[in-house]
């Protein structure tokens, strides 16, 4: 107790536990948006409405009394559902017993999984550019994030240069695809080709697969569906990505039992357990597979569209094999660097972007900003029309 009357309250504050981590460029952009605005096709959300039968179906499990603490690992019939889907797409059969885990949104599965395995100086490879929650959680694990880049210009993995990150001390290497932010989608080669490279090593792979619907150009290929990654990977799916509501943050986790059980372990004195009116209304929605077979056809089209929008203006499409994300090359329209490329076309032009260079550990530039195209035609007319005239 603090007897000394000159000593008012005080705030202890500790070292941060995150020095590096300020305010994320989704937020500044979308704050930018609202004050300016802008169309805003930086952050990746959709700006249309989900299916209302998915609004019905959890307002029916509300009304039903589902509304007490679900099972810490999730609704049973919510894992029995997503057993079932990932055996009918990628031919693997998860417990719904022991390896699958229903978590608040992928985040948490990828934090949970990286608390779970990373003891304090292991380290943990991820590919740059990368998700920008992947650094903070290994160093919230006690981790050492090794930053191994894409292949510069076409975002491939470089097996090369991931063989020669490997150490003794590494835990575990996060992959990604289809890819936020290149919206690049791996190749079963390129699966095959991990699979084989870390076959002699214990390295754990999270895999994270949020936007495993939106492969358009091939299907997408998942870690489960190859025995020598299943067998060491937690992957990772996200409801709110594929069925269009991001604000429900609820996703899932499958991984073998071993891992699972150290998993859980964690995710019980986090999270305990998921809101549960939604894990029912998600299964219940969910016997129907049609939307989310659906949903590559759906971004599809999107991406024709803003892609024919774009093919006219002095922006230079990248490919765009997956995600609802479009990547472009700015060389042609400014000189500006892409952060402030951002800042001048959200000020003059009214549309948000955002920067590559948010998802480098070194804020590595190349000229190339992304567009989320997971609008409304309305909304991606409004912004075609204004980048049109760069
Ligand atoms: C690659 C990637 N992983 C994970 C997430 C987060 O998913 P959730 O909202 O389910 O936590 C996102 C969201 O943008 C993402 O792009």
Redesign the pocket.
């Given at each position: 107790m603090n007897s000394d009357p000159d000593l008012g309250p005080r705030t202890p504050v500790p070292p941060s536990r995150l020095p590096a981590v300020g305010t994320t460029i989704f937020t500044v952009m979308s704050a930018l948006a609202a004050e300016t605005g802008a169309v805003n096709l930086g952050q990746?959300f959709p700006d249309f409405a989900c299916d209302p039968s998915l609004l019905d179906a959890v307002a029916g499990a509300m009304r039903a009394g589902a509304n007490q603490y679900a099972p810490m690992a999730g609704a049973v019939v919510l894992r029995e559902v997503m057993a079932a889907k990932i055996e009918a797409g990628y031919g693997r059969r998860y417990d719904p017993g022991s390896e699958i885990t229903i978590t608040?949104?992928?985040?948490?599965?990828?934090l949970t999984a990286l608390l779970a395995v990373v003891h304090a100086g292991d380290e943990v490879i991820v590919l740059d550019p990368c998700?920008d929650?992947y650094v903070p959680g290994i160093a919230l694990a006690g981790g050492v994030a090794v930053r191994v880049p894409l292949v510069p210009g076409s975002f491939r993995p470089d097996f090369g240069r991931i063989a020669a990150a490997l150490t003794p001390r590494t835990r575990a290497l996060i992959v990604?695809s289809p890819?936020?932010p290149s919206a690049t989608v791996w190749t079963r080669d390129e699966m095959l080709q991990l699979q084989a490279l870390l076959a002699p090593t214990d390295v754990v792979v999270i895999s994270?697969e949020?936007?495993e619907h939106m492969a358009f150009d091939q299907p997408h290929h998942s870690a489960s569906g190859f025995d020598g990654l299943a067998a060491r990977s937690f992957v990772?799916s996200?409801?709110?990505?594929t069925l269009h509501v991001?604000g429900w943050?609820?996703?899932s986790v499958v991984a073998p039992a071993a891992l699972m059980a150290e998993f859980r372990k964690v995710h019980q004195f986090n999270v305990f357990s998921v809101n549960t009116p939604m894990q029912h209304g998600l299964a219940e929605y969910l016997r129907d597979p049609a939307p989310y077979l659906n949903l590559p056809a759906f971004y599809r089209a999107k991406r024709e569209l803003f892609r024919a929008g774009l093919a006219g203006s002095r922006l230079r499409l990248l490919p765009c094999e997956g995600?609802y994300f479009q990547c472009v090359d700015i060389s042609d329209v400014s000189d500006l660097g892409e952060a402030d490329f951002c800042q001048w076309l959200a000020r003059r032009h009214g549309v948000a972007a955002i920067p590559l260079s948010a998802f480098y550990g070194d804020g590595f530039d190349q000229r190339v900003v992304r567009f989320c195209f997971a609008k409304e035609t309305a909304t991606l007319e409004a912004a075609l029309e204004r980048l049109q005239r760069l």
């Open positions: 990746g608040a949104g992928a985040t948490q599965a990828i998700y929650s990604n890819h936020n994270d949020v936007y990772v996200s409801f709110g990505k991001t943050k609820i996703g995600t």
